[in-house]
């Protein structure tokens, strides 16, 4: 596979806020807060589960093959070219339907800039749809005419993020000295509950974690890969993990678990923690912040994922189109714009028959599927690696192949039992079956047509498929 000359634009401190912008959500942590001071421990174990076996697989793939195209590319090496190109595929795909739920997450929190008249809002559909189609029509023009003026929007859109999270551990310090907790942190609070309907959204907190091997996707891009991703991967993932498990805490001293909600949580916090303190203004600078760095964390999904699209029609599996840069730009223009279309369909499609808020769960379970089985490749793919030879640029895991494959087979099993998870329908959703049929049925729509794909395009290709 010849890749175009793509430049080399991204630095490490490029790539560390691309990670933090991308892979960080404050919906995450309003989500954990929801289900109590147990999430603390189970951001722990989705840590040990999730985010420690793909930080070193990353770091081991992303040396061995550090050209443009990452999970694509590396299932590649590892399976072949039908596996990579439905791996690549889906995590696409989930891509389509994980941008409408940050959109709706933006959406949804930018209203406390405007106080009680613009909140009256949060169940308006139309308002939901017009704010995420414009919000992903700024983030793909800024990607299409390049990764160099996209970039910015996601560095601006990190800082924008790990800000109104700080300022909201820092006033929450101060109301727990000054008036107590909102929430109990005793050893039974602490315990994670068994029961079906609790432990549904554990897959979501695995989810939270997902998202390292998203730089690698843009490799041709990133200025001296090999060195810049594992140094980006360890300063990002202190900082990642930080947020999450002190923007929880935060937020569980803010309100009790009960009132907080995935869609609008933390701005409920921030703004409950505010009043607490006397330092109300600082809502609608905080809710400015929150949306404006959701809008980051779609154009760097937007930048990552379009590039899987550009890979595969340089390999003649989709149309030549897509593996063309634009002329001008230097950019993969088609497979932006297509994937941007796509996704807003998605944003129409996921409103309807069901509430705003069942809306958002339907997204985030759908984007948690189509994304989780292509990193089950990944762990695969990085056990499979163990036993070819590495030369000294490879960063092998510590402890050699044993470590990995343990590691590997931690990940692999975290994913699989969080594709059952994501399976069950949103708590609160009016018509639980019909929310059932739309996440399982989209996504086997999606592994479907993948398939198809690739035999379209190898038959267009003049191959045997």
């Not at 420690?52 to 195209?69: K, Q």
């Not at 029509?137 to 929007?153: E, F, S, T, Y």
């Not at 960063?395 to 087979?409: D, I, M, Q, S």
Request: charged share 10%; net charge positive; hydrophobic share 55%.
């Amino acid at each position: 596979m010849t890749i175009p000359e793509l430049r080399r634009v991204l630095s490490l401190r490029d790539v560390v806020l691309f990670y933090v912008v991308a892979i960080v959500g404050p919906r995450w942590i309003a989500s954990a807060a929801a289900a109590g001071p147990s999430s603390l421990v189970i951001w722990a174990l989705a840590c040990i589960g999730m985010f420690i076996p793909s930080a070193f697989a990353v770091l081991e793939l992303s040396s061995r093959y550090p050209e443009e195209g990452g999970l694509y590319l590396w299932t590649k090496m590892s399976f072949g070219e039908f596996p990579s190109f439905v791996t690549g595929w889906l995590y696409w795909a989930s891509n389509l339907v994980y941008l409408p739920g940050l959109l709706y997450f933006a959406a949804g929190n930018s209203l406390y800039m405007g106080g009680a008249s613009w909140l009256a809002h949060s169940s308006d559909p139309v308002y939901f749809i017009a704010f995420s189609l414009i919000g992903l029509a700024v983030a793909a023009w800024l990607n299409v005419i390049g990764l160099d003026i996209g970039k910015h929007l996601n560095n601006i859109g990190a800082w924008a993020t790990w800000v109104p999270v700080a300022l909201l551990v820092v006033m929450g310090g101060v109301a727990w000295w000054q008036f107590g907790a909102a929430s109990s942190f005793d050893p039974k609070s602490m315990m994670p509950s068994w029961h079906l309907k609790d432990i549904a959204f554990w897959s979501t907190l695995a989810f939270a974690f997902g998202g390292l091997e998203t730089a690698s996707l843009m490799g041709g891009e990133i200025k001296e890969p090999r060195s810049t991703i594992p140094r980006a991967v360890l300063i990002s993932g202190v900082i990642i993990t930080a947020i999450y498990v002190l923007g929880t805490l935060a937020t569980l001293v803010a309100l009790p678990a009960e009132e907080a909600t995935g869609l609008q949580g933390i701005m409920q916090a921030i703004d409950r923690t505010a009043a607490r303190i006397g330092l109300g203004g600082v809502t609608p600078a905080a809710a400015f912040m929150i949306s404006l760095g959701s809008l980051g964390g779609v154009g760097a999904w937007l930048a990552a994922c379009g590039r899987l699209p550009f890979v595969a029609g340089i390999d003649k599996a989709l149309p030549a189109a897509f593996g063309r840069l634009h002329p001008k730009w230097g950019t993969p223009a088609f497979a932006l714009i297509t994937q941007t279309v796509i996704a807003a369909l998605f944003v129409v499609m996921g409103q309807a028959g069901t509430t705003v808020r069942g809306a958002y769960g339907i997204l985030v379970n759908m984007a948690i599927i189509t994304f989780f089985i292509p990193y089950a490749m990944m762990y695969l793919s990085y056990i499979r690696v163990q036993w070819l030879p590495a030369g000294p640029e490879v960063r092998r895991t510590p402890g050699g192949r044993p470590v990995a494959v343990v590691l590997g087979a931690m990940g692999f099993t975290t994913v699989v039992i969080s594709i059952v998870l994501a399976c069950l329908p949103p708590a609160e959703d009016p018509a639980p079956l019909l929310a059932v049929v739309k996440i399982v049925g989209s996504s086997l729509v999606m592994i479907a047509a993948g398939v198809a794909l690739y035999f379209v395009g190898r038959r267009r290709a003049g191959g045997t498929g």
